[in-house]
């Protein structure tokens, strides 16, 4: 999506390694998400930024941490990957109020064996 | 109580039929209502949106039904189109340190047989 770009795209890893997936946008928009996708799950949330240096829990964040250092950066890592963690990882923003909805991006696909 | 259910988990319908998708909630603090459509290797995208002061709303081909004191809500695309086929998902909204923080359903794919 404009705006909003997601890497990488793709990637496999073995169980126990740390991953960085990186969000990038160009919107400046303040508040950033990081959401997991599984079947039967729907979206999970992981982690959101509400502005530099400012994050916090969602749902399902064992095992993840986030870092925002710059309003267009946001970085999901995973300390020790396990297969568990293998799923598709979407970004997304918002603007500020509570009606405007997110945008996302396109998505990593994330594989751990 | 921060779950909200959707169903059903897969729907066909014939083109020019009315596909209807139904969600339901318990925290009364949620307070947007988002439905998102997604194409495959695509995210998700914003379709529509409601909020629980109003009973429906209406953009084109889909309508959003909103039910507070039932807490159910449902999305329905009139004259079904092939290019409808994706899967969608409702979401409720928290806001938190004024981000929302969206609960998603678990998912609903749509197929349109032509």
């Known amino acids: 999506d404009a705006g909003i770009t997601q890497s990488p795209r793709h990637k496999v890893t073995e169980t126990g390694t740390p991953v960085t997936l990186r969000c990038h946008q160009t919107e400046n928009h303040r508040y950033m998400y990081w959401y997991r996708q599984d079947p039967g799950h729907g979206l999970r949330l992981i982690h959101y930024s509400y502005g530099v240096k400012d994050t916090d829990k969602g749902e399902v964040s064992d095992g993840y941490s986030v870092s925002r250092s710059k309003t267009e950066d946001f970085l999901l890592t995973l300390e020790s990957a396990t297969s568990s963690q293998t799923s598709v990882y979407f970004c997304?923003?918002?603007?500020?109020?509570?009606?405007?909805?997110?945008?996302f991006g396109s998505g990593t696909r994330l594989t751990v064996v | 109580q921060q779950q909200v259910k959707q169903s059903p988990q897969s729907l066909i319908v014939q083109k020019g039929g009315i596909s209807i998708i139904n969600c339901a909630y318990e925290?009364?603090?949620?307070?947007?209502f988002p439905w998102y459509q997604q194409f495959p290797g695509k995210g998700p995208a914003l379709l529509i949106a409601?909020?629980?002061?109003?009973s429906e709303k209406k953009e084109g081909r889909f309508t959003i039904s909103f039910n507070k004191s039932a807490k159910q809500f449902s999305l329905h695309i009139m004259d079904s189109q092939p290019g409808d086929s994706a899967t969608y998902f409702c979401?409720?909204?928290?806001?938190?340190?004024?981000?929302?923080?969206?609960?998603f359903g678990q998912g609903t794919r749509l197929t349109i047989n032509p």
């Open positions: 409601i909020r629980p002061d109003v």
């Open positions: 925290n009364t603090a949620f307070d947007y």
């Open positions: 979401a409720a909204s928290l806001s938190l340190q004024g981000a929302q923080k969206l609960v």
């Open positions: 997304a923003i918002s603007e500020a109020g509570v009606y405007y909805g997110y945008t």
